[in-house]
Structures are given as C-alpha cells and as structure tokens.
C-alpha cells in the first residue's frame, strides 16, 4: 500500500500536545519555586495540588491531560495501519482521562486523614502508570507493524527500558525514610520526554493513500 505525500494531517494537534507536556513540566517546576517547604525527596508531585497554589498543579495536570487526548485524536488521523495504533490511540485516551480525574480529585498528603478524593486519586495514579507503560510497549510494537514508525524503533526501545526502570525505582522507594519523591521526579521525567517523542514522531506521520 503507497503512502501519502500530503502533509502530516496531526502535525498541528501533535505540536499543540508539545506545548501542553511543556505546560505540565513547567507547572511542576514552578511549584518547586512557589512551595519551597515541600521537600522534594519526601513528597509526589501529586502533594503540590493541596494546599496554597495548589491551582498551579491542577492545571498543570490538566495540560498533560489536554496533550495527551491531542495524541488520541492524532494517533487517530495518522490513517492507523494495525491495531496496535489503535490500541495506542486508546490507551492515550484512558491515560487523559486518568489524568484528568487526577487533576480532579487531590491526594492526600502523607499523614493526613484518608479520604475519599485521595482513594479516587491513588486509583487513577495505577491506572495511569499502567496505561502509560502499555502504550509505550504498543508503540514499540508498532514500529514493527507500521513503515512510517520505523525510525522511533530505538528510541522507542530507550524510552520502554527508561520507563520501565523509573516504574520499578519508584515501587521500590515506596517506604518511609525512602526518597520516593525523588524517585516519582524522575519517572515524570522520563514520561515528559517520551509523551514529547511521541507527539515529535506522529507530527511526521503522513496519512495513507
């Protein structure tokens, strides 16, 4: 089957979904400023929603949430060739709802009563994880299904064994004295630059014939 040489049809979704990954990096680095008293080795990213400028935080999640919808509905366009796009289209649209309900329902900071919107929050946490984590394999998956994703196959492959290595650092600290915010900061990390990898290579998808 020939490929199209039209222009990218998500090419200015994919680059909107960048601005909103570089919205949601910045909110997080602006809370390191506004919230100097949240150290960061003993506190998610999550805490900065509780509390003053706790607004910063929640749109930062909303932005993320934004970006990655903006993927689904690019994933979407591309013309999918597999089901494995498909299943990455999906999986970007579970992930924006997760974060979303994130963005919704604030932690609870540790120590604090349990309550219901912390439950709700550390249930979308593990559905959004775990989805990340299926859409970057099903990703991967895809450059062995899909001619136009040839190219992501290595750094695809980087960014599978970085996310999956920054999941396990961060279960491992999940431990009192452990610095589990540290390791949280870094698996959002890697999770900005993959979403960004990932909306940089969908922006050169050209659309089938």
């Not at 909110?27 to 509780?50: E, K, Q």
């Not at 600290?173 to 940089?200: C, D, E, K, Q």
């Amino acid at each position: 089957m020939n490929i199209s040489t039209d222009a990218p049809v998500g090419a200015g979704s994919a680059r909107l979904a960048i601005v909103c990954f570089a919205a949601f990096g910045l909110g997080i680095a602006l809370m390191h400023v506004l919230r100097p008293d949240y150290v960061p080795a003993s506190h998610m990213i999550s805490d900065y929603a509780v509390g003053p400028w706790g607004g910063v935080m929640t749109a930062a999640f909303g932005s993320a949430s934004a970006g990655c919808l903006l993927l689904a509905i690019c994933m979407a366009q591309s013309g999918p060739r597999s089901a494995w796009a498909w299943l990455v289209a999906v999986l970007f649209t579970i992930v924006a709802t997760g974060l979303l309900v994130t963005a919704i329902f604030p932690t609870d900071i540790q120590g604090a009563p349990s309550t219901r919107s912390g439950d709700i929050h550390d249930i979308s946490f593990l559905v959004n994880i775990t989805s990340i984590v299926a859409a970057a394999i099903s990703a991967l998956v895809l450059t062995w299904r899909d001619g136009r994703w040839l190219n992501y196959r290595k750094l695809g492959t980087v960014f599978v064994s970085l996310l999956l290595f920054a999941l396990v650092v961060q279960f491992k600290t999940f431990h009192r004295g452990m610095p589990y915010g540290l390791a949280n900061r870094f698996f959002v990390l890697v999770l900005i630059s993959w979403l960004i990898s990932m909306a940089l290579t969908i922006a050169r998808l050209r659309p089938e014939s």
